[in-house]
């Protein structure tokens, strides 16, 4: 988000997708958590911000058709994830889905984190094999991976639990960063994420005070409206 704000504050055609398709693979597609996310990004100075409509997913269920169950197989999302997960097939469909968005909205470049450069590639191939477009060009935010607040030997994701998490529209910072986990790795991972907010982390020697800092700048950038 931050990358692409400042190409829209450049003068660029940057559009901000909401993956509300993306939600059923861990919970029940929320209209209200789609409009809490749709205000902040909005209070965040996101102009040009939309949604997945039933065009992703018809482009979606084509793209299923001419991709083999091997490749899913190999994602690395998926090998991630699988055995912690009760109904695995959207996770195992994620990256197809994830290449209609990129199909349907046709960006000249696709702002990503590392974790998920396979999923580019996949989409270039199938793009490729159906005449779509040879290439998408791809760059990396200012964060390469946030980790899990309890577990920074993972990547945060929505798919680990409420308790590893922090969402934009977060109710409860101060609770959850207080739990965070302060080992080495773990405070790296808490520099990371206040550092990339506006927080000098290296002005403070308690822990419980770096994490009410984060916490508070959370709240002034993403508290609800």
């Given amino acids: 988000i931050k990358k692409g704000l400042e190409y829209q504050n450049q003068g660029h055609d940057v559009n901000f997708m909401i993956a509300n398709y993306?939600?059923?693979?861990?919970?029940?597609?929320?209209?209200?958590?789609?409009?809490?996310?749709f205000n902040e990004l909005t209070k965040?100075?996101?102009?040009?911000?939309?949604?997945?409509?039933?065009?992703?997913?018809e482009t979606f269920y084509f793209l299923s058709c001419k991709i083999n169950i091997g490749t899913l197989l190999k994602m690395p999302q998926y090998k991630d994830k699988f055995a912690d997960t009760q109904y695995d097939l959207g996770l195992l469909l994620y990256p197809v889905l994830m290449?209609?968005?990129?199909?349907?909205?046709?960006p000249d470049v696709i702002i990503v984190g590392k974790d998920q450069v396979a999923h580019i590639e996949l989409c270039n191939d199938v793009a490729k094999r159906i005449g779509t477009k040879k290439y998408f060009d791809f760059e990396f935010g200012?964060?390469?991976?946030?980790?899990?607040?309890?577990?920074?030997?993972?990547?945060?994701?929505?798919s680990s639990g409420e308790n590893h998490v922090l969402y934009l529209f977060d109710e409860d910072y101060h609770s959850k960063l207080?739990?965070?986990?302060?080992?080495?790795?773990?405070?790296?991972?808490l520099h990371?994420?206040?550092?990339?907010?506006?927080?000098?982390?290296?002005?403070?020697?308690?822990?419980s005070d770096l994490k009410k800092a984060i916490a508070d700048k959370m709240n002034e950038l993403f508290g609800q409206l």
């Avoid at 965040?44 to 997913?57: D, E, P, Y």
């Avoid at 200012?142 to 929505?158: E, G, N, Q, R, T």
């Avoid at 994420?193 to 020697?205: A, E, H, L, M």
């Fill in 22 to 37: 993306h939600m059923a693979t861990t919970e029940e597609y929320n209209q209200e958590k789609i409009n809490l996310t």
């Fill in 142 to 158: 200012h964060v390469d991976k946030i980790a899990s607040l309890s577990d920074p030997a993972k990547k945060m994701s929505k």
């Fill in 99 to 106: 290449a209609a968005d990129i199909i349907v909205n046709d």
């Fill in 178 to 189: 207080k739990k965070a986990t302060a080992t080495e790795e773990g405070l790296k991972n």
């Fill in 192 to 207: 990371l994420i206040g550092n990339n907010i506006g927080v000098d982390c290296n002005s403070f020697t308690m822990n």
């Fill in 44 to 57: 965040l100075g996101c102009k040009n911000i939309t949604t997945q409509t039933s065009a992703n997913l």
